[in-house]
């Protein structure tokens, strides 16, 4: 079993806003113009992964199982990816956000049309992410357009985005919105999280968390709900999320006197940084195989495809964040659908893309933005 290294490179050089300084751990890859920045690249080498006795086509092994292929349940949460602008550069991002990414940001426009979409949808949930989503200057725009319209609103975030002087006073509004805080920490370990998110990263950490804990976050309220996210600090699989999620909740409370809600354990997802990172450190292999070795069947009627729609910086609709990451767009008809032309009908009868790192959302427990899947 091989973890991340405990020391980080040097932080990044190319960022445009030394506002959005941070810890990070590594450089994206786009930024470094690495071979991974390629989605199709990155979809050759999961193909070109080759394992003695494992079955790697996962439609072969959903087939097996009894499923023949992933098909829409009704559609519940509406996923609107901000952008990948963050404060921070983690290894194991699957986005490949970063400081430098103002690239790809969302247009007010698509903004709108994002809205207008929700409108034909039975989606009770608006769920916002990126990159740091508070980071989008229409981040406060789109929260007060979901709320008006009655919807539940989660806001992923890293935490130390909280911590930044233009984000002075979001937590109390986030709270008087009733928007739930769905936060990313690796671990309750500084060793762990600062691995992956660079030196100093805990420590933000630490603040954020009373901070949301100040505002009445974390405390059992409903409409200030904080959730955790976690997730593994090398080639393994998450942990069982009911037996982290109290051992977390004891050692946050004890060591720094924190509460949550919630906690959520999330397995790696073989793309972008993450299976950068497999590829430098000989894991690729070991790792594959260990998620099609753990497919479990009864994570696939959970997964968050069947529920979600994902939609992307640049209007495009995906069956979730990670085939978005990869550009394999929803396209039932062979041409890729697009906000601006939302069909609710046409989007509840495609068929899920699948590929080869779907294996990371259907092993053990089951992986989602929602956490386990059983
Ligand atoms: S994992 Fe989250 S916090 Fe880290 S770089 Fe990616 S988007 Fe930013
Ligand atoms: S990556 Fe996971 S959520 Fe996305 S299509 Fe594959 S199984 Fe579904």
Same mark, same amino acid.
């Given at each position: 079993?091989?973890?991340?290294?405990?020391?980080?490179?040097?932080?990044?050089?190319?960022?445009?806003?030394?506002?959005?300084?941070?810890?990070?751990?590594a450089?994206?890859?786009?930024?470094?113009?690495?071979?991974?920045?390629?989605?199709?690249?990155?979809?050759?080498?999961?193909?070109?992964?080759?394992?003695?006795?494992?079955?790697?086509?996962?439609?072969?092994?959903?087939?097996?199982?009894?499923?023949?292929?992933?098909?829409?349940?009704?559609?519940?949460v509406?996923?609107?990816?901000?952008?990948?602008?963050?404060?921070?550069?983690?290894?194991?991002?699957?986005?490949?956000?970063?400081?430098?990414?103002?690239?790809?940001?969302?247009?007010?426009?698509?903004?709108?049309?994002?809205?207008?979409a929700?409108?034909?949808?039975?989606?009770?949930?608006?769920?916002?992410?990126?990159?740091?989503?508070?980071?989008?200057?229409?981040?406060?725009?789109v929260?007060?357009?979901?709320?008006?319209?009655?919807?539940?609103?989660?806001?992923?975030?890293?935490?130390?985005?909280? +911590?930044?002087? &233009? *984000? %002075?006073?979001?937590?109390? $509004?986030l !709270?008087?919105?009733?928007?739930?805080?769905?936060?990313?920490?690796?671990?309750?370990?500084?060793?762990?999280?600062?691995?992956?998110?660079?030196?100093?990263?805990?420590?933000?950490?630490?603040?954020?968390?009373?901070?949301?804990?100040?505002?009445?976050?974390?405390?059992?309220?409903?409409?200030?709900?904080?959730?955790?996210?976690?997730?593994p600090?090398?080639?393994?699989?998450?942990?069982?999320?009911?037996?982290?999620?109290?051992?977390?909740?004891?050692?946050l409370?004890?060591?720094?006197?924190?509460?949550?809600?919630?906690?959520?354990?999330?397995?790696?997802?073989?793309?972008?940084?993450?299976?950068?990172?497999?590829?430098?450190?000989?894991?690729?292999?070991?790792?594959?195989?260990?998620?099609?070795?753990?497919?479990?069947?009864?994570?696939?009627?959970? +997964?968050?495809? &069947? *529920? %979600?729609?994902?939609?992307? $910086?640049? !209007?495009?609709?995906?069956?979730?964040?990670?085939?978005?990451?990869?550009?394999?767009?929803?396209?039932?008809?062979?041409?890729?659908?697009?906000?601006?032309?939302f069909?609710?009908?046409?989007?509840?009868?495609?068929?899920?893309?699948?590929?080869r790192?779907?294996?990371?959302?259907?092993?053990?427990?089951?992986?989602?933005?929602?956490?386990?899947?059983?």
């Amino acid at each position: 079993m091989t973890t991340f290294p405990s020391k980080a490179p040097e932080a990044d050089g190319d960022e445009r806003d030394p506002s959005l300084a941070g810890p990070r751990s590594a450089k994206t890859l786009r930024s470094r113009h690495a071979p991974l920045s390629s989605p199709a690249a990155q979809l050759a080498k999961l193909e070109s992964v080759s394992i003695e006795g494992s079955a790697l086509d996962f439609e072969a092994v959903l087939a097996a199982a009894g499923t023949a292929g992933l098909h829409p349940a009704p559609l519940e949460v509406f996923q609107i990816n901000l952008g990948k602008l963050c404060n921070m550069t983690c290894r194991h991002c699957h986005v490949d956000a970063g400081p430098d990414r103002w690239d790809a940001m969302m247009t007010r426009d698509t903004i709108e049309a994002c809205l207008r979409a929700l409108a034909q949808t039975t989606a009770h949930t608006v769920d916002l992410t990126g990159g740091a989503p508070e980071l989008h200057p229409d981040f406060r725009y789109v929260v007060e357009q979901a709320v008006a319209r009655g919807k539940h609103v989660i806001d992923r975030c890293n935490l130390s985005v909280l +911590l930044l002087p &233009r *984000n %002075t006073g979001l937590v109390e $509004w986030l !709270g008087e919105r009733g928007v739930e805080i769905v936060a990313s920490l690796p671990h309750y370990r500084k060793r762990n999280t600062d691995a992956q998110r660079g030196d100093g990263a805990f420590e933000k950490s630490i603040e954020a968390l009373r901070l949301l804990n100040a505002g009445g976050y974390g405390q059992g309220n409903p409409k200030r709900m904080l959730t955790l996210m976690s997730n593994p600090a090398g080639a393994f699989l998450a942990a069982a999320q009911h037996s982290v999620e109290s051992e977390w909740k004891t050692a946050l409370q004890r060591e720094w006197g924190l509460s949550f809600d919630r906690l959520f354990a999330l397995n790696n997802m073989p793309i972008s940084r993450f299976l950068e990172w497999l590829v430098d450190s000989d894991n690729l292999e070991p790792y594959m195989a260990r998620l099609a070795q753990s497919f479990n069947p009864a994570a696939v009627a959970g +997964l968050m495809c &069947r *529920n %979600t729609i994902s939609i992307s $910086w640049d !209007g495009r609709l995906f069956d979730c964040d990670f085939n978005q990451m990869l550009e394999l767009d929803a396209a039932p008809d062979g041409r890729a659908m697009r906000v601006e032309s939302f069909d609710f009908a046409a989007w509840q009868s495609r068929r899920v893309v699948t590929r080869r790192h779907c294996f990371g959302c259907t092993a053990g427990a089951g992986s989602s933005c929602g956490g386990a899947t059983t």
